[in-house]
């Protein structure tokens, strides 16, 4: 039965690319409700050498797997509510990891200094080695990793620039390495921030705050920083002055993690700047036609994949609602 789920997610990816008060405080009013809620951030990213990707996010920084298709697509958990999934570029996806690398994930984490020594006696491929703090509102290094896509490994500061954002980093609850990977006990980090690259910085920003409701708690001189689920943040970034540029391919899938894909479909579906993929609710089914998860998915303003999924109620999902905190 396992080998027919597996096809049907090939064809998916082949097609699709595969709480508390303070938690719904994150979200604004106008956009967000109790059903089209976001609980859960995931980028997927597409690997030529698959076995080398997941053992770097399994083993070298020891991030749980808690979602598998054998040899094609694992899902790692990066924080509470945030997630990468490596995809085999095999020829079955979306994306080719040829196509521009259109993304930076940012990995947040009070040990920072820890974490650039550990990088160091992994050799790493760092780039842009730590500042001192100083007075700055935070701080970073950059890995790339095995395929090309780059991690910013980033503390913030205790500053006025990140004065909606410190309050929610320590509610933020750390996340340790699982065990028997090789990541040092003591090393953790509590939020990821999901950096897209965008031609018109006020288009996006206009989408992801008027359409799918997310909430500007940080803007930086070239970048802005939203809320999305509870450990989980978009980031907009001015075109020509960050890591990278804006490009129209990209060899990503900016996914997003819900209770309920059919509220959002509805939605958005009414929406002028979001481009719908299919006409109808997406529904991934195994071989005995069972539901697995109820798929969302277009475009927004400037090309970035959205993928809104609800990991139904099946064994086969239980480890990653687990993950989620809904079972």
Known sequence: MKQLIYLSFFLTLFLFGCSSKNDKDLLTEENMTDSRDII????????????????FYGDILGFRNVFEFP???TIFQTTKSTFIT??????????????PKTIAIALVTDQLDGWYQYALSQNLDIKNPPKPLADNPHHAFLVTDPGGYILEFEHFA?????????????NSENIYGVKGSQRPDNLAFKASIYWLYHSNE????????????????VKQSFSDILTSSPTGYIG??????????????????????????????DYLKEQPTFTLRTEELYHERDGQGNNLIDIVIGYDPDNYFIEIDEFLDTEFNKELRQALGII
């Open 236 to 265: 907009l970034v001015e075109d020509g002055i960050g890591i990278h540029n804006a490009t129209h391919e990209k060899a990503v899938n900016v996914g997003f993690m819900t209770n309920s894909a059919k509220a959002w479909f």
């Open 86 to 99: 490596v995809v085999n570029d095999n020829g079955r996806g979306m994306h080719s990891s040829d196509e």
């Open 202 to 217: 006020e288009e996006a920003e206009a989408f992801y705050q008027d359409v799918m409701g997310l909430k500007m708690i």
């Open 158 to 170: 205790d500053h006025p620039e990140n004065k909606q954002f410190i309050p929610l980093l320590n």
């Open 71 to 73: 040899d094609f697509a």
């Open 40 to 55: 859960g951030n995931n980028a997927f990213l597409y690997y030529k050498n698959y076995d080398e990707a997941t053992n």
